[in-house]
């Protein structure tokens, strides 16, 4: 592991715009219990969740460089209580604004995976959604293949857009050596998205989830959301009554909705890298997406707190076993003793996440859609 002093090159501390260092936090608040970059960096290898602010927001096209949204997700986070004193959280402050768009991703890229090196969960308050780029390019460097999610009302892989966010899935997807084992898309609205451009993903063995049907059955987003490392949520997926700086759609999940998904976040022992995007100051009402952000990472803490108690899958005892046959294929599926989750194997004996849905399919004698999808993809 490199020297992480060498990280001041690339980071300033919170305390450089807001008054985060003057504000007196009651006892309980996250302002008084989260360890912040101010003069010297916390003991990052004590922690479990560790932030990074970047406002980097020239992806978007032309128009201002820089927004101070992780300041202002800040302000409200701080003030909300800590419930789960077992997560222990770091500020590792705000990326410095590089040169270049380019640089900037750099200099994030090279941020998340040092600290990642620490085998803690980054979450990343952004700036432009482009910046998930600088998420997938740390698992690249490592040559760690990965499966990754986007909440985003958009589908953001048209090659005719004019600003990288418009396009940045077109590098993640493509570009070789690519890294990404599978691709899950939660929340696109149909309107937006062109029918052609749904099978180029499906094609790819890719997985999209309209937004009115995960609203449906929010639940089966769980396994789906469990068996990734990479996780991105663009604020546009939040419809505006529920975020006011979402000027893209009146539609979209509820506040409730995206504290769900982030908490299956927090839920997963693999999702390592979290950012939330999209979120403009300027354009907000009375911080009310400031705040529904502050709510979102309250729940990915807990679901940090609350996955904690799952064990690990060779734990025999802590799990329900369930052998099922359909379609002349036989398999088993596993129950959580501790939070009721489920797993299913495949025929090389892995077990990905799954859901009960997926198990009544089974023993009903129906494939599980789930399962039909991880074998395509092999």
Not at 57 to 76: H, L, T, Y
Not at 155 to 162: G, K, P, S, T, V
Not at 184 to 190: A, C, E, K, T, V
Not at 241 to 257: D, I, M
Request: hydrophobic fraction near 35%.
């Amino acid at each position: 592991m490199n020297d992480i002093q060498n990280l001041k090159d690339f980071l300033e501390p919170i305390g450089s715009h807001i008054n985060a260092t003057e504000i007196e936090y009651a006892d309980g608040q996250l302002g008084k219990l989260v360890e912040k970059y101010e003069d010297e960096f916390p003991d990052f290898f004590e922690k479990d969740i560790i932030i990074v602010g970047c406002g980097e927001i020239r992806g978007k096209g032309p128009g201002p460089k820089w927004s101070s949204a992780p300041d202002a997700i800040r302000d409200e986070l701080y003030k909300l209580y800590c419930w789960h004193t077992d997560i222990k959280i770091a500020d590792a402050g705000n990326i410095k604004p590089g040169a270049s768009l380019n640089d900037t991703h750099a200099a994030l890229k090279t941020v998340i995976r040092e600290l990642l090196e620490y085998g803690k969960t980054i979450v990343v308050l952004g700036g432009s959604c482009d910046l998930t780029l600088a998420q997938y390019q740390t698992y690249v460097d490592n040559k760690k293949i990965v499966e990754a999610v986007c909440v985003d009302a958009l589908i953001n892989l048209n090659i005719e857009a004019q600003s990288r966010s418009g396009n940045y899935l077109m590098e993640m997807l493509t570009t070789e050596p690519n890294y990404i084992r599978h691709y899950n898309h939660i929340g696109f609205q149909s309107y937006y998205v062109h029918p052609r451009m749904l099978e180029t993903m499906d094609k790819l063995r890719f997985d999209c989830f309209r937004v009115g049907s995960v609203k449906e059955n929010i639940e089966e987003m769980e396994p789906v959301i469990r068996n990734c490392s990479l996780f991105s949520f663009d604020i546009s997926a939040i419809a505006h009554a529920f975020a006011p700086s979402n000027s893209l759609s009146p539609n979209g999940f509820n506040g409730e909705e995206a504290c769900t998904l982030m908490r299956y976040a927090g839920l997963s022992p693999n999702v390592n890298t979290v950012g939330i995007y999209g979120y403009e100051p300027e354009k907000d009402h009375d911080q009310l997406t400031a705040k529904q952000i502050s709510h979102m990472l309250w729940y990915l803490i807990d679901g940090k707190s609350r996955g904690r108690r799952e064990a690990r899958l060779d734990e025999k005892d802590s799990f329900i076993e369930y052998h099922t046959a359909f379609a002349e294929v036989e398999t088993i599926f596993l129950k959580s003793r501790k939070t009721n989750r489920w797993w299913m194997q495949l025929p090389d004996k892995k077990y990905i996440a799954c859901s009960y849905k997926d198990y009544l399919l089974a023993s009903s004698n129906e494939i599980p859609e789930r399962w039909m999808r991880a074998q395509e993809r092999v």
